[in-house]
């Protein structure tokens, strides 16, 4: 089996998380964060809405983890982004970093909003 290291070129992969933190190319960051192919920036969380709206035209999907555990997205959250006209797509924390880095990997149009996990 041949295998291939992924390459993010001029992207901001995931590389790790923990409690209260991500290491996003390499940095260490802490609290919820909008991860984006340009940056990673601090996100106010599920309030939020005007930091991943910025990215409208930019993006079609948004991947947003929740934590630890699934949970639903407050109504007024998702319907502001689908307005929008962006796709909101709701997961753990754990796997919308995987999912993510996978979907960065094939050049698509996305980001993610995160919450961290906690110990």
């Known amino acids: 089996m041949h295998l291939e290291e992924i390459s993010y070129p001029e992207a901001q992969p995931i590389d790790g998380y923990g409690p209260g933190f991500f290491r996003i190319a390499g940095k260490?960051?802490?609290g919820p964060l909008l991860v984006?192919?340009?940056a990673a920036t601090p996100w106010g969380g599920l309030e939020d809405t005007a930091t991943p709206m910025a990215l409208a035209g930019r993006i079609d999907v948004l991947f947003l983890g929740m934590g630890s555990e699934i949970a639903h997205a407050?109504?007024?959250f998702r319907q502001a982004l689908e307005e929008a006209g962006i796709g909101v797509e709701?997961?753990?924390t754990p796997a919308a970093c995987r999912t993510y880095n996978v979907i960065l990997?094939?050049?698509r149009r996305i980001a993610v909003a995160i919450l961290p996990v906690e110990g």
């Open 90 to 92: 709701i997961m753990s």
């Open 105 to 107: 990997s094939e050049g």
């Open 74 to 76: 407050p109504v007024a």
């Open 28 to 30: 260490v960051l802490r």
């Open 36 to 38: 984006s192919p340009w």
